[in-house]
């Protein structure tokens, strides 16, 4: 067990080394990147990628719905669907900052290996999020990847995709492996929700259409509602009202429409139902939460 948390201390060390300030920082292999605070958060809700995130240093919780999910180092959260969560860096300080390092996950990479192995497992649960203790072989495969960023460019462009490679090969077959081969295979439950979390993306700020989500992904009324609950923790509708207040918090932040235009262009047609539940997902109306955010500066969209 020793061994395995003097290898964590490497990967924080290569962590530190190319995320040496408080932020997110991507990294020249594409899909990978690095989050570093060096002190606890407060909660963050942001929409977040298929990936997995592998603990270094510290520790953090996320909130799925009702689900809480807490994991520090040594551990790992595997996502695959694309879903708003709440994150909080729990454990943190400036002699030993919270350090994670972050790979989105490359599905078509993630379904030819799986296919290559020759079987998809069905059985497994629909759920789009999972924590896992991090095993010794996934975390040289993980300590690989990040230390090529030492090397030449060229080595990169041939190692990297080989290394991103072992990584999902381990992923899939480790404990949280029956949440990335759903998502690899098109008939599956999840694949399908991932279809209308999709179409509900783009569509946001329309009036929501059961219909079309029904048709897209030829489920009934009843199973389609238990399925995407079970995979987002949410109904299709607290989903899409999620989408709509991130996108008028991000939109506020960038100050480039007054209050109003924002709760009208994500969809709002009620100015004060619009100031309603903005306040009740972020804690305070959008004016008041205006000013909060030009005090915190730009580290409250961290995604941890």
């Known amino acids: 067990m020793s061994e395995i948390f003097d290898r964590i201390k490497e990967l924080a060390r290569l962590i530190q080394r190319h995320c040496p300030t408080d932020g997110v920082r991507e990294s020249d292999i594409p899909r990978l990147s690095f989050i570093r605070s060096s002190s606890p958060t407060e909660p963050v809700l942001a929409v977040h990628q ?32 694309d879903l708003p969560i709440a994150g909080q860096v729990m454990q943190a300080s400036p002699e030993q900052p919270y350090l ?66 072992e990584i999902l090969y381990w992923l899939a077959n480790g404990d949280q492996g029956g949440i990335l081969r759903e998502i690899t295979n098109g008939d599956s439950r ?28 030829c489920m009934s009324a009843s199973s389609f509602f238990h399925h995407f609950r079970t995979a987002t923790h949410m109904t299709p509708l607290q989903y ?48 008041k939460d205006l000013a909060r955010i030009k005090n915190a500066g730009s580290s409250e969209y961290w995604l941890p």
């Open 50 to 81: 298929p990936a997995v995130c592998i603990v270094a240093q510290g520790a953090k919780k996320v909130i799925s719905g009702e689900q809480l999910f807490k994991y520090d180092a040594a551990h790992y959260l595997v996502v695959s669907v």
């Open 240 to 287: 899409q009202k999620q989408l709509r207040l991130l996108e008028a918090r991000r939109r506020l932040f960038l100050g480039e429409q007054d209050i109003c235009n924002i709760g009208y262009g994500v969809g709002y047609d009620s100015p004060s139902q619009f100031s309603r539940e903005y306040a009740r997902l972020f804690g305070l109306p959008p004016s």
């Open 190 to 217: 999840i694949r399908q929700i991932s279809k209308a979390i999709q179409h509900i993306k783009t569509t946001f700020d329309q009036p929501f259409d059961m219909d079309e989500l029904l048709k897209l992904t």
């Open 100 to 165: 994670c390092v972050r790979l989105d996950l490359d599905l078509t990479i993630l379904s030819e290996l799986i296919l290559d192995e020759g079987s998809v497992d069905n059985s497994a649960p629909h759920q789009s999020v999972g924590v896992s203790l991090v095993t010794p072989r996934l975390l040289e495969a993980v300590i690989r990847l990040v230390a090529l960023l030492n090397d030449n460019p060229k080595d990169i462009a041939v190692l990297a995709p080989l290394a991103e490679k």
